[in-house]
């Protein structure tokens, strides 16, 4: 049976066992990630099957609701045999106090209308490293090796000692992060995220630098066989150095005859799925759920 528990009740060293033995866990469903992402989270939790949802919610206007934190791209459910488990279970079981959710959920094939609910596909790309470095270069479009040939000219170089402090600070000084509206909210969690990562040693950074100015970066955490690529851009100057290209594929090659798979975290945008799966990177299909079980009037100004 599917309990809501909340934040206060909330056992997290059993949690992180559970977690443990999923065989879909990732770094995304740690307790100390959760927590960082949206303190004060709740969850959903089936403790004979093992399976469990956290729930990222905040407040706006006195309702509280479920949302997607910056940089944690699902939120489950996590289960010890995803084949069995259910999204829909869960969604079933929502919480009647969460009114207004907007999360993203593992895929399921089958989608039952429920009502207040609809589903999206998202797209996310994934990268098995599991091959010397050579069989992987072969399998990138022939644009990117075409961009590789033409990258890290001139004094151009990589960064492999680049600090978090200083992986942020080109974050958000970025236009990018102007374009896109990351506020302070978004930011802050984003500083916590990255703060667990480093305290739990998973945290990987990688940067290009043109002579000593810095054109781009990369931010990756590894956890479970699973290297998470959670932030990154390259600036005017990188992208005509096809910096990104560099910093990427140089990461490929760290990782290369590896177990591991490289989680490039994005890829709706058709512009970086043309870029991720220039690398051989193959799309893996999840949901949006957007629940709106809101009045009438408020429903509205959330759809």
């Not at 969850?43 to 949802?53: S, Y």
């Amino acid at each position: 049976m599917i309990r809501h528990i909340r934040h206060a009740e909330m056992d997290k060293a059993a949690w992180d066992l559970r977690h443990a033995a999923c065989m879909n866990a990732t770094w995304y469903g740690c307790s100390a990630v959760l927590d960082a992402a949206s303190p004060g989270w709740e969850a959903l939790i089936d403790e004979e099957a093992g399976e469990q949802m956290p729930i990222l919610w905040r407040r706006k206007y006195g309702i509280r609701y479920a949302y997607q934190p910056f940089m944690l791209q699902q939120s489950g459910p996590y289960s010890p045999a995803p084949a069995n488990a259910d999204p829909l279970r869960f969604l079933q079981a929502w919480p009647k106090e969460f009114r207004f959710a907007d999360i993203n959920i593992r895929w399921t094939a089958e989608r039952p209308a429920l009502q207040g609910t609809t589903l999206t596909e998202r797209i996310n790309h994934e990268l098995r490293l599991d091959k010397p470095i050579e069989m992987l270069r072969a399998a990138y479009s022939e644009n990117h090796r075409r961009s590789l040939r033409k990258a890290m000219k001139g004094t151009a170089r990589f960064d492999d000692a680049i600090t978090t402090p200083e992986v942020i600070a080109f974050l958000e000084g970025s236009e990018q992060f102007t374009k896109w509206k990351v506020g302070g909210p978004e930011r802050d969690a984003m500083r916590r995220m990255m703060a667990v990562s480093d305290h739990a040693g998973t945290s990987i950074r990688r940067a290009v630098r043109e002579g000593d100015e810095l054109v781009a970066a990369g931010y990756f955490t590894l956890w479970g066989g699973r290297l998470i690529f959670l932030k990154g851009l390259a600036t005017p100057k990188g992208r005509d150095l096809r910096a990104m290209h560099a910093l990427i594929d140089h990461v490929v090659e760290e990782h290369a005859g590896s177990n591991i798979i490289l989680d490039l975290a994005g890829g709706n945008d058709p512009q970086l799925a043309r870029f991720y799966s220039g690398f051989g990177a193959l799309p893996v299909l999840y949901l949006r759920a957007l629940v709106n079980r809101l009045p009438p009037l408020l429903r509205q100004l959330k759809q």
